[in-house]
């Protein structure tokens, strides 16, 4: 799990998405290994994910295969295009590990817009 000193280590941005994320009532969702969390083709619906525990898998699924594009860990962001381009995922996300991931959707960051 998360240990506080470890936001000290997360970009500034990164560090302020956390604090909003894991500070009120936030929506959680827990991934057993080999569970798919999003796919090539799927409708983002606006959201994007923080890594609160465990490992996550990007794969680009061809006829040859699947090719592993990235790992993703924790305090890492997950599918952060999706807040922002309505555009079908670009790659699949597989769960590597027992993962929990904070979601986040694009209207709960009016905070990071300049005014």
Do not use: C
Not at 22 to 27: K, L, V
Not at 28 to 50: N, Q, S, T, W
């Amino acid at each position: 799990m998360s240990s506080p000193d470890h936001e000290i280590h997360l970009p500034s941005v990164r560090i302020e998405i956390y604090r909003n994320l894991t500070h009120g009532d936030i929506e959680r969702r827990h991934y057993a290994p080999g569970v798919v969390i999003f796919d090539e083709g799927d409708d983002p619906h606006g959201e994007a994910y923080l890594v609160h525990a465990g490992t996550i898998e990007i794969v680009k699924r061809s006829a040859g295969g699947e090719r592993r594009l990235n790992l993703v860990k924790e305090g890492q962001l997950l599918g952060e295009i999706g807040l922002f381009r309505h555009a079908p995922r670009s790659a699949a996300a597989i769960a590597v590990t027992e993962a929990e991931l904070l979601v986040m959707r694009n209207e709960r960051l009016e905070w990071l817009r300049d005014d």
